[in-house]
């Protein structure tokens, strides 16, 4: 099992960057494959991106490709998304999930996640 924390949201102006990170504890985070997620008012939650345990798989949901990097760096128990030219559109709480420890492969599906954090508010606003 993981326990994951997230960090780094805020409020930017349309155009503008934030770095999200997502902490996991336990001994054993480099095998987990991670995603995030977000989720805005009287939405449901949609996927945004993901990565494979050994950082070799990468995947984007459509309307971020371009603009969102996701990252990892297994000796800090960290997985990161970058996130530039961001619009109000992408106001949203934004979570990270990890699949259980039996999948490798990077899904969308907010279901296949077993393990989630609190979340982290991101307001793109003027």
């Known amino acids: 099992q993981v326990q994951l924390v997230e960090s780094g949201g805020g409020l930017v102006q349309p155009g503008g960057s934030l770095r999200l990170s997502c902490v996991g504890s336990?001994?054993?985070?480099?095998?987990?494959?991670i995603g995030w997620f977000r989720q805005a008012p009287g939405k449901e939650r949609e996927g945004v991106s993901c990565?494979?345990?050994?950082?070799?798989?990468?995947m984007y949901a459509d309307s971020m490709k371009g603009r969102f990097t996701i990252s990892r760096d297994n000796a800090k128990n960290t997985v990161y998304l970058q996130m530039n030219n961001l619009q109000p559109e992408d106001t949203a709480i934004y979570y990270c999930?990890?699949?259980?420890?039996?999948?490798?492969?990077?899904?969308?599906?907010?279901?296949?996640?077993?393990?989630w954090g609190q979340g982290t508010q991101v307001t793109v606003s003027s």
């Open positions: 990565i494979s345990s050994n950082s070799g798989s990468t």
């Open positions: 336990g001994s054993r985070f480099d095998y987990y494959v």
């Open positions: 999930a990890a699949r259980r420890l039996l999948f490798s492969r990077c899904v969308s599906d907010p279901k296949e996640y077993a393990y």
